[in-house]
């Protein structure tokens, strides 16, 4: 084999050679691009080097291999990432510094993989990153959606959605790998088949085909040699369906239509994160990712084994969330179907194959699809889904005797008010192990969600809270913070053991070292206020507080509440021009779903407000709002660093998990938040001392839902309904009382996400914050703090939690 040299020299001029070769051109007429992609192939070489020894490895070892099925992942940027796992960037500054360019600009050209919404895919990708570090043998399947998630811009300061062409320039990071292909059928019939007298085996004649193309992408782990793939699909018509006869006969649009029918299978993520948009196009492409990956994991699994009876044993399936669920359905067709196992046979081993994470207690996030689609789309599937329904629900019976109640509750199929599978109920069913992604959230599925199952099954039922990756949010996103980290912890070894920051709480009293601390965020600070200058122009104090909301624009996550309080804060400091308030930079970041008026109404009230309190004389001395553009995973990489204080202001027993609020308190802010997903478990380990905690509670927000009557909040307080009453004003309008009224109208009138309630509590929370914030000293040991003992929230200890409870595999090490 030949093998990638690891001197300077052999970096450079293995830049020449795929500059010359891959790019085809040369020194004097490359462009910034022909740069940029000279040298991703460079790096991308050191990678395939390391990727290669790995698949011989895992050929040799033959090992149990965790495959992920994800609808999403957020990748971010791949340029820094390589540079770092690789350890190259040492060769490439001084290579731009002779050419006159630096690895900024070069980076500029790094096109983030935006297939996902928000803490789903990002999950999937923090997990990858981690089983690779890991050392675990794991493939993780996706789509290869043509666009992405939407580009977000402002005009008149309301969202505008933009395609996502992220592959225009080319995507240097993936390996098309077209003799995998497969071929996955829709629509058409069933029939009896002949050979099967208990009629459970049937024959099923699609009526339309289509070919999924897999490429790959390299997911290399951290201070290891284990490089893994995410395989994404994609959607091209089968070679029958372009139609040859009709072409020939001058037909061209009709001979097409089937090509384009079949692209669009994965043209275009669907933009909603957390409720569900029961479009046919959809359940295609749920099933399309799901019939390509199955193939190709039974086709791997026969590279070195033979027969089904060790399937189980060499292959695990997280489902991450109820998107691949069809898997269920389909694995159980391709036993019993194609490979003529017996029903029970089957069924046994695909209830031990899966397992199903769920991310949300939210019911409109809970995915059901109408019976009828299903049956049109994929018929076969649905008389799988029956018969798998009528076996469960005969255990139901033998366990409850009569109670039909129970049945109605726990069955795949809903009845009322229309027929529809419960996707939720088919993951459950199908699956060894069920898990939430904090302790609250696994204890409200068992309590609520999920309730009868975890009655039924209760050894079913698993908590995994969620973690995110220190690569990433740490080294790579906060390089000078990790540059002191590495300083005073003595190595590098926090980065693959995050535990270690503990070492960090000894300093935590040290003047000297929370002066560098600050010193730090400081800088972030300056680096952040560019960014923001360069997408919104406006000018943001490095000295300010760095008061940050970043997520997606929910409903249940509240900007308005956060709104509300910075509302209060301009009419204060417009009454009392001279008020001793601390200057405090309040930044959002986020897009709505395109279909989601309510938030895209409030993304226009942030903008028009961030408008009028940046214009004002007086307020803007101390108190700045800013909504950047197109907030996404390289924009959280340069907030981030630079945040004080973590907004994580959910209602509670609404946020599964949340991830963001650990990237933040891994980088030092400060979190305000309710007792919500995994704000509880930062606070129990961070210290109640260290985190600004606000807020009903899980039980008393859903006692007080029952009857619940915001206007009374609205008449009894006076801040809170000057608040309200300067939106409904108009004062952030130009005078128009009508445009924003339905913001107003929704807080007074349903405030489904009680933040009327929460409002004074979160006021005077905000106070202990300005409080805090006033000495400097003491907010920055808080600070060291967060990040010291924050440790846990790293994905490396979610990916063992996930090998040891769930998983039962091994790591194979790849010399
Ligand atoms: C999504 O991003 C999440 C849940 C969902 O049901 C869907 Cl469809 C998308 C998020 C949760 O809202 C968040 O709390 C959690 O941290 C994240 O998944 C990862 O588990």
């Known amino acids: 084999m030949r093998s990638v040299g690891s001197t300077l020299a052999d970096f450079e001029q293995d830049l020449i050679s795929n500059l010359y070769y891959q790019r085809g051109t040369t020194l004097e007429s490359a462009s910034g691009s022909d740069g940029y992609q000279t040298l991703a192939l460079t790096v991308r070489d050191r990678l395939v080097e390391r990727y290669a020894r790995t698949a011989a490895a895992h050929y040799e070892a033959n090992p149990r291999f965790v495959y992920y099925l994800s609808a999403e992942y957020l990748l971010g940027r791949q340029l820094g990432q390589n540079l770092l796992y690789t350890d190259t960037e040492r060769f490439v500054r001084p290579i731009a510094a002779d050419l006159g360019v630096t690895l900024e600009d070069l980076e500029s050209y790094d096109v983030e993989p935006g297939l996902g919404n928000g803490g789903l895919g990002r999950l999937a990708a923090c997990l990858m990153d981690s089983m690779a570090t890991l050392d675990i043998p794991a493939v993780g399947y996706g789509i290869r959606y043509e666009f992405g998630i939407f580009k977000q811009a402002f005009r008149d300061g309301a969202q505008v959605e933009r395609p996502d062409d992220w592959t225009f320039y080319g995507n240097p990071w993936e390996f098309p790998a077209p003799d995998d292909r497969q071929v996955v059928g829709f629509y058409g019939t069933t029939a009896a088949a002949l050979d099967d007298p208990t009629g459970l085996r049937r024959q099923w004649t699609p009526g339309e085909v289509v070919r999924g193309e897999p490429s790959h992408m390299l997911v290399p782990g951290y201070g290891t040699q284990t490089v893994n793939i995410i395989r994404l699909w994609q959607a091209r018509a089968s070679r029958q369906s372009f139609d040859l006869s009709r072409f020939g006969a001058g037909q061209y649009k009709e001979a097409v239509e089937d090509i384009v029918r079949a692209e669009n299978i994965s043209k275009v993520l669907y933009p909603d994160d957390s409720t569900e948009q029961g479009r046919e196009l959809r359940l295609k492409q749920q099933y399309f990712l799901v019939a390509c990956s199955l193939r190709d994991i039974i086709r791997r699994y026969r590279l070195r084994n033979t027969g089904w009876d060790a399937f189980p044993a060499k292959v695990v399936i997280q489902l991450n969330d109820t998107h691949p669920v069809m898997a269920v359905t389909e694995l159980m067709r ?22 199903y994470t769920c991310h949300t207690l939210l019911p409109e996030a809970l995915e059901t699809w109408p019976v009828a689609v299903v049956e049109r789309l994929l018929p076969r599937h649905m008389e799988i889904i029956y018969a798998i329904n009528h076996f469960f629900l005969q255990e139901v019976e033998a366990t409850y005797p009569g109670d039909l109640d129970r049945l109605r509750r726990l069955s795949i199929i809903q009845e009322e008010p229309d027929k529809r599978v419960r996707m939720a109920h088919l993951a459950v069913v199908g699956s060894t192990a069920v898990n939430g992604v904090a302790e609250l959230h696994t204890r409200l599925l068992a309590a609520t969600t999920l309730r009868d199952f975890a009655e039924l099954w209760p050894q079913k039922f698993h908590n995994v809270t969620n973690g995110v990756t220190p690569r990433r949010f740490v080294r790579l996103a906060n390089p000078r ?50 960014h923001v200058e360069r997408s919104t122009g406006v000018v943001i104090d490095p000295d300010a507080l760095c008061d940050v909301m970043i997520k997606r624009f929910h409903e249940y996550k509240r900007q308005h509440l956060k709104l509300l309080h910075v509302i209060m ?17 309040v930044l959002f970041g986020g897009k709505a779903a395109p279909g989601y008026h309510s938030m895209k109404l409030l993304l226009r009230l942030v903008n028009a407000v961030a408008e009028t309190v940046n214009t004002d004389p007086v307020v803007s001395r101390r108190l700045k709002v800013v909504l950047p553009p197109d907030y996404n995973v390289t924009r959280a990489q340069w907030i981030i660093p630079a945040a004080d204080l973590s907004e994580q202001i959910s209602l509670a027993g609404k946020e599964a998990s949340g991830t963001g609020n650990m990237k933040l308190a891994l980088n030092g802010a400060l979190t305000i938040g309710t007792l919500d997903g995994a704000n509880i478990e930062i606070r129990d380990r961070v210290g109640a001392d260290n985190f600004f905690l606000f807020g009903l509670d899980a039980q008393e927000a859903a006692d007080l839902r029952r009857d619940y009557h915001p206007r009374a909040y609205y008449e009894s307080d006076p801040d809170l ?76 200890r979610t990916v063992r939690e996930y090998c040891d409870r769930i998983w039962r595999v091994e790591p194979v090490r790849v010399a």
């Open 481 to 530: 913070l990790s540059e002191l980290i590495t300083e005073r912890l003595g190595d590098e070894s926090w980065l693959t053991d995050l535990d270690r920051l503990e070492g960090l709480a000894g300093v935590a009293d040290d003047p000297a070292f929370l002066e560098r601390w600050r010193a730090v965020k400081r800088a972030n600070k300056v680096d952040l206020a560019a």
């Open 334 to 355: 391709l036993l019993v179907d194609e490979y003529k196992l017996d029903w029970d046979l089957a069924w046994s081993i695909t209830r031990r194959t899966f397992n």
């Open 569 to 585: 804060l301009f009419n204060r400091l417009r009454e009392h021009p001279d008020l001793d308030v601390v200057p405090r930079t």
């Open 721 to 796: 309904r000057a608040a309200i009453d300067t939106i409904a004003a108009g004062t952030f309008a130009k005078g128009d009382r009508s445009l924003f009224a339905p913001v107003v109208d929704s807080m007074l009138g349903r405030d489904e996400y009680l933040a009327l309630a929460d409002y004074r509590a979160y006021l005077e929370c905000q106070e202990r914050v300005e409080h805090a914030w006033r000495d400097q000293e003491a907010w920055a040991r808080m600070s060291v703090l967060n990040s010291a003992r924050s440790g846990f929230f790293s994905s490396d």
